[in-house]
């Protein structure tokens, strides 16, 4: 078993352990929130941790009111400049907790009287220690560089976040349904091996998500790229609409992320414009009736709630993404030219 | 000749125009945002306007210690969230000032007490009048579905704002000199129309940059997505390096906007990683020296301000798509699937 595939599969675990060791923590992160009302959150992140920055900023200004940013970490490491962050809440995010850009951020935050958390998965690392607060998410080691199981923990402590903070039992409860929501993503995306032959010479797709899925459709098109060196566009449906959806000719392969939700009739409509151009679709969704409408259809648990259809729906496009480089040939564990800590300035 | 061609032609004279006739509503508005002194700056934008707000997130918070967040207007319009932009100076830029969307997120921070201002390129348009301050770009109508000069212009009036929020009379005369850049950097353009026949036949690219010009590999990386139907990816040098870097094959075509500044050093490291991956270089640069390491060299003017690079590098990019889609028998003014004002939700 390669170690990816390990990872996928412990994902339902990993998140059970999460939400049992660390709900305190986000509660007394929550707490110091409110006590210091921040005007505004920055995020530090960068690639698939920035993903899971990307559902921050919908999930916290749409549960929590909360206006967020998305750092952008040059501003502090190559400029040197100094962004009055003192009234924010500045989080930074990263796997390895190692990422020294945006430790640069946090630090420089902290020491102009922001608010601030980190989320990494490794206590010991540098950006574990140098915050306010450290939320860790107890992945264990993930030894595959193509991160699956630290990404949705990431969503899982962001929503931990988002539901401690508006002290929503509802939000709390569905939150502890989650793993099992996550298994049965799994086991309904095991037919994704076998049709993926299909798919063995493609050299360029694209993932289109709106809203909370904004975030998915980012990370299936990283995943897609680290692993099977093709291009791969991500959009929301309101950026596509305006430009790149000139892209699409006859046979053009794209995956909508589509459960249902406040975007769902945007993105059927967009889906029947994608047919009308003869794209050929893949769909992940939890209304069997889009199946009709692609050429595969990725199915997802019924009973998702729309603000967690994240954790689940990013799980198809991570077993996409392996068994398409399994099938073009490709070591998929440590990808050529890509490493698991990657330091950048 | 064609619309968009006399459009780019005008750049000059419309960034002419609009220092000679805006450089007082600047100072106005600058002065009514040092009263108000916001926690942070939130624009909200779309497409090509959305990677003028990416300049200002770096300008702004460079130059002026200013955070800037990029808006999600979906959380506004399908999630009927309230976000708290009462401690904001909240920005709506437009070309067309019909953005409906847009215009929903000026009017909430509006009502919640915020600080606003839109730019657009009509005074009689609905965001144009809906603000409390209103900086009008002054480009005559743009006809060409793919926006150039209005972009340039974008750019050009966050330049003027930030120039006169730091009251800062050396960068007031390098804007002055802004015109005869642009109109060199037009020059310098002229022989892409000769080379770009030998990309006639491609399929997929990348756009990359940093720093300040990480808005520049977004614009000119829609510019060819709009125009030629192919895919294009854009990434800062440091997201490309945390994985997306794996896509490049030998032959791959990638686009290096590296003018002289802070970021110089990486990219021409990248550069270097790109040509040991045998990747298919063209350059935008002001140092002569990378044109050893690029299949075609982009010259920019030499005394170019790294500032105000983003006005100049961007023209290459346009010259280069425009004359792409020409190669590849694209009707350019009114791209296949597009419209000029789009209504996104």
Redesign the interface.
Known sequence: MLHIEREIAEQPEVIRRLLAQETGTAERIAQAIRAFDP??I?IAA???S?NAARYA??LL???N??????A????HT??K?????S??LMIGISQSGQST?VGQVVADAKAQGALTLTITNDEGSPMAKMADYHLSLRCGEEVSV?ATKTYTAQLVAIAMLSAALSSDSAAQAELQKLPDLVAQTLDLSAPVRDWVQRYRYI??M?VIG??YN?STAFEIS?KI???C???C?QY????F?????????PGFPVIVVAPRG??FE?MRDLLAELNK?KAECLVISDDPDLADQAQYFMPLPSDLPEWLSPVCAVIPGQIFAKNLALTKGHTVDR????TKV?F??
Do not use: C, W
């Open positions: 005007a505004f920055m960068r690639g698939t920035d900023q919908y200004g749409i549960h009111n909360l206006p967020v940013a998305l952008t970490p040059s501003v190559l400029y400049a100094q962004p009055n962050l009234r924010a850009d193509a050299e360029s694209a709106r809203g904004y990283i790229k680290e692993l060196y093709i291009t566009e929301s449906e309101a950026d609409r305006h430009g790149p959806i000139a892209i699409i000719q406040k975007p945007l151009r990808p050529e030219g890509l990657t950048t300035q």
